[in-house]
């Protein structure tokens, strides 16, 4: 009892799990948190973080030790003239600490630079996000779009069955004309074609907001269905500075291009301080051992006594040695590349410039292309408005006209094929006007609310 309690429970909680429905702000955040782009970002932003690491600490000295050790064996000629062994065993060990003092600020820069840097590969992860929600916001409404057309087409269906029954049976009562039932089973074929196509329509949908999520198993994914808001017609001064102004201030392709100006400025500051001196500070600490492997007599002490050879740790008492200098490099002549160099600077400054003149002009040509959509379509709901009254009108004329046998099925026909057509164009402007409410909203506010 206890496992079949167990497999219920498992059971039960797969169904919940596959049966779940996905709301528009789940899609995004899960976007944000799984798309590949925006991991491969995030990474990219861990390698700037790390390389701001390295930059703060060239402040510090670097600090290192070493030790050579070499044997000597063979012939030697001695100061005399004379020949003998001269086998010996030379050890020196030391340690050295070298720091800029002074390098006409390059290092402070550099290290603006890369917080620029990691302030850059934020903000472009900032677009990927940002574009991704554009994009899910649009598949999303893609969606409700292709539903609400199956609902439609299945309506037709629907009505197409039911009127194809009718005749079927007043044509074998032979009450009605056997091609009259042919026209009205060619119709209920094009309803069910129809009615497939907006399903498959709705797979490849759902199919397309899935990859972007990357979903691995998609073959239960749906959205949760949401009722929107008839359009309602908002006055919005598109001229609007201070419109404009935020979306500027907000826009993370703006503040991209905004930190290349940055960070070619201070390129152009690095690039200038190569004309000024670098002054270096540095110390050593040494010491050597040396050690014949012919005679451990080194020579006589003034009073004839033999000397011999001192131990490793006496000789390194003996010979231990300190240095301090400081080094000052002063550019002189580089063939003129340290110039060429600042030139090319404050061209990638220009550049960075101009770069965010285009920026700004490619973002107030789409905010503008918005406005005008949500103009077109809002004029264009409402004539759909007043076209889908009209069909409906007629619709129901010509099926009152029809059972009255004053038309034919083919003019019933085209009156129900007209209101279909006219309910897609509906739903069709609605869903345009309100994906460009929300494409603007999301300009301004950076919000999908």
């Known amino acids: 009892m206890k496992k079949v309690i167990i497999f219920l429970g498992i059971t039960c909680s797969f169904l919940g799990f596959s049966q779940k429905k996905w709301t528009l702000e789940e899609s995004i955040d899960y976007a944000k948190n799984n798309n590949l782009q925006i991991i491969t970002s995030k990474f990219t932003e861990k390698l700037e973080e790390k390389n701001l690491h390295i930059s703060k600490r060239n402040f510090l000295p670097s600090i290192s030790a070493n030790m050579n050790n070499n044997i000597k064996f063979g012939q030697t000629q001695g100061f005399q003239g004379g020949i003998g062994r001269n086998d010996n065993f030379n050890n020196d060990i030391g340690m050295s600490v070298d720091m800029v003092i002074y390098s006409g600020n390059k290092i402070k820069k550099q290290v603006e630079q890369k917080q620029i840097d990691l302030s850059i590969a934020k903000y472009n992860t900032d ?20 539903k609400e057309i199956y609902k439609v087409n299945k309506s037709a269906f629907n009505n197409a069955q039911k009127l194809y029954d009718k005749i079927k049976i007043t044509t074998e009562i032979e009450t009605t004309a056997k091609t009259v039932l042919a026209e009205a089973e060619a119709t209920l074929a094009r309803e069910s074609q129809n009615m497939k196509i907006a399903e498959i329509n709705i797979k490849k949908s759902l199919f397309a907001l899935a990859q972007t999520l990357q979903l691995d198993d998609y073959s239960q994914f749906d959205i949760e269905d949401i009722s929107l808001e008839s359009p309602i017609n908002i006055s919005i001064n598109n001229s609007s500075d201070e419109i404009l102004k935020k979306i500027y201030s907000n826009h993370p392709k703006i503040k991209l291009a905004e930190q290349n100006i940055e960070s070619a400025e201070i390129q152009s500051k690095i690039a200038m301080a190569s004309f000024l001196p670098t002054i270096s500070l540095n110390a050593r600490l040494g010491s050597f051992y040396y050690n014949s492997l012919v005679t451990d007599i080194t020579g006589v002490d003034s009073f004839g006594n033999i000397i011999k050879e001192k131990t490793l740790f ?95 099925i083919y003019d019933l026909n085209v009156a129900l094929n007209n209101f279909i057509n006219a309910q897609g164009t509906l739903i069709q402007m609605k869903y345009n006007y309100i994906f460009s409410q929300k494409v603007l909203n999301f300009y301004i506010n950076q919000s999908i609310k």
């Not at 990927?128 to 409700?144: F, G, N, R, V």
């Open 314 to 408: 006496d000789q390194y008492k003996t010979n231990f040695s300190q240095q301090v200098g400081l080094s000052i490099n002063i550019p002189i002549f580089n063939k003129g590349i340290t110039k060429i160099q600042v030139e090319q600077a404050k061209i990638n400054e220009d550049i960075a410039k101009n770069n965010l003149n285009i920026k700004k002009q490619e973002l107030l040509q789409n905010i503008q292309k918005v406005y005008f959509d949500i103009e077109n379509y809002y004029a264009n709901y409402l004539y759909a408005i007043e076209t889908h009254k009209s069909n409906e009108l007629a619709l129901d004329f010509a099926q009152k006209s029809y059972e009255a046998g004053k038309i034919t």
């Open 127 to 146: 677009i990927l996000k940002y574009d991704i929600t554009l994009q899910i916001i649009e598949q999303y409404l893609t969606i409700l779009l292709n």
